[in-house]
DNA sequence: CGGCTTTGACCGGCGC
DNA sequence: GCGCCGGTCAAAGCCG
């Protein structure tokens, strides 16, 4: 029977990210330890509630969320933020140390969705990575969460 | 030895 | 009601 209890809501889950999506960004050139010697390149972000607004090349999948959320305030939705990094593999560390639990096949894609998520305990910490569909030298990574440990390495 | 990886199968939600 | 999709878990095996 069903009775799994999903995530308890008296959890950390309040605390944020050290820094905000648009810190991360900086990430590229600014701050990232030899550990990556990977061309990291972030052109777009972005954080809905479950549509990625992509806005390079054009063309392509531009999706507007609904009417539902009016200033996307209070409610506790979760933290989806979808970076897209140039990369040849999509196995970047960002610090944190990855578990990958499956990988699946979107319909929209030839390619395969990678899902991980965060070893440490207590962190259900989420990541999906998954290839771009028109440029599969791209690499669209989905951070889904938020961590409760020290970010840094 | 421990930790992580891989594949398959399973389940829930949603749509029509 | 059924089908479809996405998402998650489990076990086994492998590696360092």
């Known amino acids: 029977m069903t009775d799994k209890n999903p995530y308890s809501p008296d959890s950390d889950f309040t ?49 507007e969320g609904p009417a539902s ?27 944190f140390k990855w578990r990958k639990y499956g990988k699946k096949m979107v319909k929209n894609s030839p390619n395969p969705r990678n899902y991980y998520r965060c070893s440490k305990d207590g962190c259900q910490v989420k990541k999906r990575v998954e290839r771009d569909v028109d440029d599969p030298s791209y690499v669209i990574t989905t951070y889904e969460g938020t961590h409760t440990h020290p970010s840094f390495h």
């Open 15 to 63: 605390n944020q990210w050290p820094l905000e999506p648009s810190e991360y960004l900086k990430f590229d050139d600014d701050q990232w330890p030899d550990d990556n010697p990977e061309p990291f390149l972030a052109e777009h972000v972005t954080n809905q509630d479950n549509e990625l607004v992509a806005d390079f090349g054009g063309s392509g999948s531009r999706i």
């Open 69 to 95: 959320r009016s200033e996307g305030e209070k409610k506790e939705v979760k933290d989806k933020v979808a970076f897209k990094t140039k990369s040849e593999v999509e196995i970047l560390d960002d610090g």
